[in-house]
Every structure is written in structure tokens, then in C-alpha cells.
């Protein structure tokens, strides 16, 4: 019940175009969806995050949305850039990641192609 | 921008051996983490430390991991005898409060041999 499941694995993009990665969750406690971006040899650095009473948030060119009922958030890249490659992983946690932990998916590694 | 910094960026250290991971925090932010990484995996919660004690920790964060935060600036991960699966990157993080999201160091890279 604590897993978040991240599909796709892998994610090749023409560079303009739109990457859409997924999550999924079963813990109906969770209620801290964040997003963060990892470059190799970097730690996680936080994108962009949501709480269950908003649908979509946008933040640029970066935009989650969420849908409460079905347990599941995306992330939307509009107008992709190759700056953007790099391994997307998705997040939950029961509070706003205080003394709860954040629990990953096992992210997307995503590759904008000029 | 402020950083939480980590070191050292690379450890290696021999099976059954004691290793310290080190770690400053972004300076008035309250809560503190450690995180794991095995090579090509996702990163897994390992404790939250919050007016110096814990306040969390995962099935993996078993008797042979401590944490301590010793001078009020440091933040350390201590694993007593290493096995080889513990190597993996290890990374340190904070945040301001319960609500905010919080800020990664670069992680250290424990190698186990």
C-alpha cells in the first residue's frame, strides 16, 4: 500500500514536443505529490509538487495534474528541451514530507532528442 | 541558493568496517533526512530526524545505521559494519518545515568491497 508505481521507464522525446510521465498510488493517506528531477551524479532537486485539492498545477513549462479519484498524477513537459533530460521521479507522502518520508517511484528516465 | 552539502562525494570502505556519512544542512531548516539510492534503482526513505531525535524510519534503517546530529551544523549517517549491499548513494536532505518540499545534497557514493 505505501508503493508509487512510474510509468514509462524510459521516455524519448522529439525536442518541442510533450513528455507525459505517470504515477499511480494506493495509500488514500497520501496527500504531498511532488516531482522531482535527478541529473547523473546530482541529488533529486524538487520540479514542482501538488496537494490532492487541486486538479493541475502549473509551474512554466511544467504541469501536474491530479486525479483524486483514480489515484493517479501526471507530469507534463511542454515544449521539451534537451536541458530537460534527465531521470524524473515521482513522489507521495502523508504530509508534506515533515517527519514522514517521501515514498519514489522508480523513475523515468526521459531523453529530448534535438 | 542555499545547499546542503555532503561528504565525501566518494567512500570506500571494506566489508564489516564502520563509515561515517556526513552532512550540513541547509541552516535554518528544522527537519533532516537520509536517503539511499542503489545503482539504477529509485531512492528510498531511510529516517527523518526532527528536534534531535528520530522521527521516522524504514524497514532498512536496521541496527546497524544511527544518525546523529552532533554539533547542531552536522548531520551524520553512521553504518557500523558494512555489508556489500550497502553500497548504494547516499543522500542527506532538509527542510524548513513539515510542509515544504526539501532540498537533496549531491549524495555520497558508499562503495563496500
Known amino acids: 500500500q505505501q508503493q508509487v508505481k512510474q510509468s514509462p521507464q524510459s521516455l524519448i522525446v522529439q525536442k518541442g514536443g510533450i513528455s507525459i510521465i505517470n504515477c499511480a498510488y494506493e495509500n488514500t493517506a497520501f496527500d504531498y505529490f511532488p516531482w522531482y528531477q535527478q541529473f547523473p551524479g546530482k541529488g533529486p532537486a524538487l520540479l514542482i509538487a501538488?496537494?490532492?485539492?487541486?486538479s493541475e498545477k502549473k509551474e512554466g513549462r511544467f504541469t501536474i495534474s491530479f486525479n483524486k479519484s483514480a489515484k493517479q498524477f501526471s507530469l507534463h513537459i511542454m515544449d521539451s528541451q534537451p536541458g530537460d533530460s534527465a531521470t524524473y521521479f515521482c513522489?507521495?507522502?502523508?504530509?508534506?514530507?515533515?517527519?514522514?518520508?517521501?515514498?519514489f517511484g522508480k523513475g523515468t528516465h526521459l531523453i529530448i532528442q534535438p | 541558493e542555499p545547499e546542503v552539502t555532503q561528504t565525501p562525494s566518494h567512500q570506500v570502505t571494506q566489508m564489516g568496517q564502520e563509515v561515517i556519512l556526513h552532512c550540513v544542512p541547509i541552516?535554518?531548516?528544522?527537519?533532516f533526512y537520509w536517503y539511499r539510492q542503489i545503482l539504477g534503482q529509485k531512492v528510498e526513505f531511510l529516517v527523518s530526524?526532527?528536534?534531535?531525535?528520530?522521527?521516522?524510519k524504514s524497514e532498512i534503517f536496521d541496527d546497524q545505521f544511527s544518525v546523529e546530529r552532533p554539533d547542531g551544523s552536522n548531520f551524520t549517517l553512521k553504518i557500523r559494519s558494512t555489508k556489500l549491499e550497502d553500497s548504494a548513494m547516499y543522500f542527506c536532505?532538509?527542510?524548513?518545515?513539515?510542509?515544504?518540499?526539501?532540498?537533496f545534497g549531491s549524495g555520497t557514493r558508499l562503495t563496500v568491497v
Open positions: 513522489a507521495a507522502s502523508k504530509t508534506g514530507g515533515g517527519a514522514d518520508g517521501l515514498t
Open positions: 501538488i496537494r490532492p485539492d487541486v
Open positions: 536532505a532538509s527542510s524548513e518545515s513539515a510542509f515544504n518540499g526539501y532540498t
Open positions: 541552516s535554518n531548516h528544522l527537519y
Open positions: 530526524f526532527y528536534n534531535n531525535e528520530i522521527s521516522e
